[in-house]
Antibody, heavy 120, light 111 residues
Framework: QVQLVESGGGVVQPGRSLRLSCAAS????????IHWVRQAPGKGLEWVAV????????NYADSVKGRFTISRDNSKNTLYLQMNSLRAEDTAVYYC?????????????WGQGTMVTVSS | QSALTQPASVSGSPGQSVTISCTGT?????????VSWYQQYPGKAPKLMIY???NRPSGVPDRFSGSKSGNTASLTISGLQTEDEADYYC???????????FGTGTKVTVL
């Protein structure tokens, strides 16, 4: 069964750090680019970051550039998002999503999401 | 880079058709055929419904169809069913620094 499972969310104070993980199974993880997408409570989807299949290329949304770092460990089939200098506006459900197998620039497999709350 | 513009809500009776628009710019929807559509139920993850403007992944009913004209893409649901009641988001690749932009989202209500 092809799936992505996020973990690591929680409540954190502004300015602190948090690391999210996304464990993949059921497909050849090392062959796919993977994205992070977030959704603030009651709001729409926002693309956050992407990492290429081998980790050599990374891109970020302007809202997180310089604060968040995406990485992956293909030996562990796991994606990470290191989030530093967190702000209240980073409060959201964070999803990892696979670059679509059959398409260009679409996301075909999504995790269930992990909630991050930034609050004092 | 602003979000793509979608109507906040659309509604229809079972069996009817509804169309959701997704308006972007000449930096995204207008220049790339990399528009996708996602269905999201409350508290659930999004699901890919349409990719590359008009293609359906395996398993998506053929009552869902996509198209594009200029800077506006559209998702049409024909023969509306109660299980189609959900939020729908468009997405496009963009030549701006952020690479991908989502729409503002549309709530589809089946009357």
């Amino acid at each position: 069964q092809v799936q992505l499972v996020e973990s690591g969310g929680g409540v954190v104070q502004p300015g602190r750090s948090l690391r999210l993980s996304c464990a993949a199974s059921g497909f050849t993880f090392k062959s796919y680019a993977i994205h992070w997408v977030r959704q603030a409570p009651g709001k729409g989807l926002e693309w956050v970051a992407v990492i290429s299949y081998d980790g050599s290329n990374k891109n970020y949304a302007d809202s997180v550039k310089g604060r968040f770092t995406i990485s992956r460990d293909n030996s562990k089939n796991t994606l990470y998002l290191q989030m530093n200098s967190l702000r209240a506006e980073d409060t959201a459900v964070y999803y990892c999503a696979r670059d679509a197998e059959m398409a260009t620039d679409a996301f075909d497999i999504w995790g269930q999401g992990t909630m991050v709350t930034v609050s004092s | 880079q602003s979000a793509l513009t979608q109507p906040a809500s659309v509604s229809g009776s079972p069996g009817q058709s509804v169309t959701i628009s997704c308006t972007g710019t000449s930096s995204d929807v207008g220049v790339y055929n990399y528009v996708s559509w996602y269905q999201q139920y409350p508290g659930k993850a999004p699901k890919l419904m349409i990719y590359e403007v008009s293609n359906r992944p395996s398993g998506v009913p053929d009552r869902f169809s996509g198209s594009k004209s200029g800077n506006t893409a559209s998702l049409t649901i024909s023969g509306l069913q109660t299980e189609d009641e959900a939020d729908y988001y468009c997405s496009s690749y963009t030549s701006s620094s952020i690479l991908y932009v989502f729409g503002t989202g549309t709530k589809v209500t089946v009357l």
